[in-house]
């Protein structure tokens, strides 16, 4: 089945850049999606269609991808972006979500 | 306002069934497909499949296959996800969410579902 390559951990200090990282072999065909999740919450889209932002979302957060690498860059990361952080894109028989990456900001 | 709302958490022994509910209001019901996505203690997202509203066609993920069902009552604009012969490792908090433009929004709240014996 299909698969999506995340690292398990991401560890900055607040104000610095933080990239997470998302591989399959699919999204130089696909979309990428990101979402944050809290602990105790449901998650929260922040990027769409590789590198659109929802409205409402912080501008410091941004999407790309190329090849079979999608990334996501928070770019001067704040305490409270401290979660876990989701790709997910879609397959020919449905959908998939990576592993996920717990990012520490501290 | 645009929202799901599910039913409460249960509590099953192993090989039993549970059905969750999830309840659709402030939008067309029938337009968008919802979503199962399950979450295991301390893991991540796995998507467990959808349900087009409209015609009740389903799709499920393959680990799932012939262990899930997935209907809906479009007179309550309700879908449900039933999963079949439990395992302790099922537990988890069950979501439903809408898929809107190919991500999922809104999310319900989750649903617990604890196996145990």
């Known amino acids: 089945s299909y698969e999506l390559t995340q690292p398990p951990s991401v560890s900055v200090s607040p104000g610095q850049t933080a990239r997470i990282t998302c591989s399959g072999d699919a999204l130089p065909k696909k979309y990428a999606y990101w979402y944050q999740q809290k602990s105790g919450q449901a998650p929260v889209l922040v990027i769409y269609e590789d590198s659109k932002r929802p409205s409402g979302i912080p501008e410091r957060f941004s999407g790309s991808s190329s090849g079979t690498m999608a990334t996501l860059t928070i770019s001067g990361a704040q305490v409270e972006d401290e979660a876990d952080y989701y790709c997910?894109?879609?397959?020919?028989?449905?959908?998939?979500f990576g592993g996920g990456t717990k990012l520490t900001v501290l | 306002q645009v929202q799901v709302v599910q039913s409460g958490a249960e509590v099953k022994k192993p090989g039993a069934s549970v059905k969750v509910s999830c309840k659709a209001s402030?939008?067309?019901?029938?337009?968008?497909?919802i979503h199962w996505v399950r979450q295991a203690p301390g893991q991540g997202l796995e998507w467990m499949g959808w349900i087009n509203p409209n015609s009740g066609g389903t799709n499920y993920a393959q680990k799932f296959q012939g262990r899930v069902t997935m209907t809906r009552d479009t007179s309550i604009s309700t879908v449900y996800m039933e999963l079949r012969r439990l395992k302790n490792d099922d537990t988890a908090v069950y979501y439903c969410a809408r898929e809107f433009s190919g991500w999922f929004d809104p999310w319900g709240q989750g649903t617990l579902v604890t196996v145990s014996s």
């Open positions: 997910y894109s879609t397959d020919s028989s449905g959908r998939v």
């Open positions: 402030g939008y067309s019901f029938a337009s968008y497909y």
